[in-house]
Every structure is written in C-alpha cells, then in structure tokens.
C-alpha cells in the first residue's frame, strides 16, 4: 500500500511541476521485481505484489500522459541486497539453486537506470525497464 499512498501524495505536486516548471515533464519511477513478470514457486505472495506494482504503474501511466507525469516502473532481476538474507533458509536454498553463483546487480545499478529513465527528453516515456544480470537465466 505505501507505493500507492506515496503516488496519491506526489501527483498533485509533480501535475503542477510538469505544467509550471521548466522540463515541462515530472516522473515517477517505481520498483518492481522480474517476479512481476515471471511468477516463482515459493514466492507466490511477493510475485503478486510485484505484479501489482506493474498494473498499478500501467493505469497510473495511462491516467497521467496527457499532463505530461511520466510514470515507469524498473523490474530489477536478482539485485544484491539484504533482502535475501530475510528470507527463510528453504527459500534461500531455493533461489541458490536456481541462481548459483551469479555476479548480481547492485544498488547504483538499478539507480543508474531510474537515472536513465527521468532523464530522457519531454517527448520519451520509459514506461517498463527490465534489467537483470547478464547471467541470470
């Protein structure tokens, strides 16, 4: 709920920053999982709301084109943070056997691409970005 809370908050701001500023444009960039694409035995709860996160993106990009708020959401394969660490040991195991012993993403990876996303011209929207380690299959 607090991405939709969020986005309830902020479009009032970024529809008067995109009408009034001088970009004319204002983004905002939520971050799903490739588990919102692709549905993961033992992760039925987190793919679905990594699901949400894409149809919510999707309808909230639709309803604010024509102001010119720009609305994305990056889909971050296997990305190396704590998460993984709190999950519990079967799912752990789970995702090391489907993964091995990849090189992951890193945090300023997917920040560089919310970079790459708001900073394209005022006539480009980014509405989908899937990034993922090279090796992840």
């Given amino acids: 709920m607090g991405l939709m809370y969020t986005?309830?908050?902020a479009v009032p701001h970024l529809v008067k920053a995109a009408a009034e500023e001088p970009r004319q444009v204002a983004d905002?960039?939520?971050i799903g999982s490739l588990a919102g694409r692709n549905a993961y035995a033992m992760s039925a709860v987190y793919s679905a709301t990594k699901f949400g996160v894409g149809?919510?993106?999707e309808a909230?990009?639709?309803?604010l084109?024509?102001?010119h708020v720009r609305v994305s959401v990056v889909e971050p394969g296997s990305v190396d943070?704590?998460?993984?660490t709190h999950n519990p040991d079967v799912i752990q195991q789970?995702?090391?056997a489907a993964l091995g012993d990849i090189d992951r993403l890193q945090s300023q990876d997917i920040a560089d691409t919310v970079g790459y996303i708001v900073t394209?011209?005022?006539h480009v929207a980014v509405a989908e970005l899937l990034v993922r380690p090279t090796e992840q299959v």
Avoid: D, G, K, W
């Fill in 28 to 30: 905002i960039v939520n």
């Fill in 94 to 96: 789970h995702i090391v």
């Fill in 60 to 63: 909230l990009r639709q309803e």
């Fill in 55 to 57: 149809a919510f993106s």
């Fill in 65 to 67: 084109a024509r102001q």
């Fill in 81 to 84: 943070t704590e998460l993984r």
């Fill in 120 to 122: 394209r011209p005022r």
């Fill in 7 to 9: 986005a309830h908050a």
